[in-house]
């Protein structure tokens, strides 16, 4: 049976507005999630994430924008496939504690990945989400305002 979903949590030394810019203002998403972002934050709005390093860009569609607790997009689940064909949900679920901010990461949808990229793709994102959620915690340490 397939995995559906990848599910994080990290406790962020940070606010919890901090953490919220960090997510959805491109300037700071492109310092730590890739190096290039666009985002039209609004419900259906369009977004582009990019990894020059991998010569890589995903695009996005933009699901929800609760500020400052609740984000979340469908990308693309099959390079090259628009995402209205193929697809995942990420979600991010914010938190205010007493340290600073609870993040909940899932990335759900696994099941629909076609056969033949689903164990590839499962796999690249579920690394990947350590490695960037990683480098969000170091970019908010880094980082003395966020706005």
């Known amino acids: 049976m397939r995995a559906d979903e990848i599910r994080r949590e990290v406790l962020l ?16 998403l492109s310092k730590w999630f890739g190096d290039s972002a666009e985002i039209d934050l609004r419900p259906g709005g369009r977004a582009r994430f990019g990894w020059s390093e991998f010569n890589d860009t995903v695009e996005a569609i933009i699901e929800v924008v609760e500020s400052p607790t609740r984000f979340s997009f469908r990308w693309e689940s099959v390079r090259d496939t628009p995402v209205e064909e193929a697809s995942t949900l990420v979600e991010f679920v914010l938190e205010p504690v007493d340290t600073g901010t609870r993040l909940t990461l899932v990335e759900s949808g696994f099941v629909t990945v076609p056969e033949a990229a689903y164990q590839q793709r499962y796999d690249d994102n579920s690394s990947g989400w350590t490695v960037e959620l990683n480098d969000l915690a170091g970019y908010l340490s880094g980082v003395s305002a966020v706005g």
């Open 13 to 28: 030394d940070a606010p919890i507005e901090k953490v919220w810019a960090s997510l959805t203002n491109p300037k700071h």
